[in-house]
């Protein structure tokens, strides 16, 4: 009897671990779909040496893996039919102006920056790869209408606000003169739109995929976009 309980327990005790295998399996199959690279492109400049100690290879690898799964979270493309079909992603530190800009399926951050960059660069270049990949990801409407260039924009900083990048010297709800003047200040309208209206931003990429309409907006929430502009203002005395 003893000998028949042990093996029913060794047995359910299989069946867990061999449970859980299949869904980490599952995950990193999901995960790795995608290939993703890394290169230091200038390591023995100040800005690719400050890279090396502070923020790494390894770590930026890290990043894009976890960047892209909380974009597909975010946008709740939970199969490869919702995503945009990308089989790699390269990011590469060079020297150059600017911060960082992403080209089809290739990011490249500015070494410069990360040299001058006075805060943590740590935390700093991390919420820069969020925004980054959300350009990799997201859709912008072309090659039928493609979407203003301030919302894309807006979408990218919206996806590193919610994953908690935003940096201090961002505008502050209600701020900004227009609803596409993108970056921080669309970024706060859409989390705006999104709390008028749960998943909000991703049934907007849905749409976006197929070409933009301002359309969209009253679609989704019931008025137009200038209507919820002003709405947005009056909320903050703005």
Same mark, same amino acid.
């Given at each position: 009897?003893?000998?028949?309980?042990?093996?029913?327990?060794?047995?359910?005790?299989?069946?867990?671990?061999?449970?859980?295998?299949?869904?980490?399996?599952?995950?990193? =199959?999901?995960?790795?779909?995608?290939?993703?690279?890394?290169?230091?492109?200038?390591?023995?400049?100040?800005?690719?040496?400050?890279?090396?100690?502070?923020?790494?290879?390894?770590?930026? +690898?890290?990043?894009?893996?976890?960047?892209?799964?909380?974009?597909?979270?975010?946008? =709740?493309?939970?199969?490869?039919?919702?995503? +945009?079909?990308?089989?790699?992603?390269?990011?590469?530190?060079?020297?150059?102006?600017?911060?960082?800009?992403?080209?089809?399926?290739?990011?490249?951050?500015?070494?410069? #920056?990360? =040299?001058? #960059?006075?805060?943590?660069? +740590?935390?700093?270049?991390?919420?820069?790869?969020?925004?980054?990949?959300?350009?990799?990801?997201?859709?912008?409407?072309?090659? =039928?209408?493609?979407?203003?260039?301030?919302?894309?924009?807006?979408?990218?900083?919206?996806?590193?606000?919610?994953?908690?990048? @935003?940096?201090?010297?961002?505008?502050?709800?209600?701020?900004?003169?227009?609803?596409?003047?993108?970056?921080?200040?669309?970024?706060?309208?859409?989390?705006?739109?999104?709390?008028? +209206?749960?998943?909000?931003?991703?049934?907007?990429?849905?749409?976006?995929?197929?070409?933009?309409? @301002?359309? #969209?907006?009253?679609?989704?929430?019931?008025?137009?976009?200038?209507?919820?502009?002003?709405?947005?203002? @009056?909320?903050?005395?703005?």
């Amino acid at each position: 009897m003893n000998r028949a309980v042990h093996e029913q327990a060794r047995l359910g005790s299989l069946r867990a671990r061999l449970g859980s295998f299949m869904i980490l399996a599952a995950t990193m =199959q999901e995960t790795h779909a995608v290939e993703f690279s890394v290169t230091n492109n200038v390591p023995t400049t100040p800005g690719g040496i400050r890279f090396a100690n502070e923020i790494g290879l390894d770590y930026t +690898k890290q990043t894009l893996i976890s960047a892209t799964n909380f974009i597909w979270s975010t946008f =709740q493309e939970n199969t490869d039919a919702d995503r +945009k079909n990308v089989a790699q992603v390269s990011l590469f530190i060079d020297t150059m102006d600017g911060v960082a800009y992403t080209s089809n399926n290739e990011i490249h951050v500015s070494a410069n #920056y990360i =040299q001058s #960059y006075s805060g943590d660069v +740590k935390t700093e270049i991390t919420g820069v790869v969020y925004h980054e990949m959300t350009h990799v990801w997201q859709w912008d409407g072309r090659p =039928q209408t493609a979407a203003p260039g301030g919302l894309i924009e807006g979408v990218a900083d919206y996806v590193r606000l919610k994953a908690g990048y @935003a940096p201090s010297h961002w505008v502050q709800p209600g701020q900004g003169d227009r609803w596409d003047q993108g970056y921080d200040v669309t970024a706060r309208f859409l989390d705006y739109c999104d709390s008028l +209206k749960n998943g909000f931003v991703a049934e907007l990429n849905k749409k976006i995929r197929n070409g933009y309409s @301002a359309d #969209y907006f009253v679609q989704l929430l019931g008025k137009t976009v200038d209507q919820l502009w002003s709405d947005y203002k @009056a909320k903050y005395n703005n």
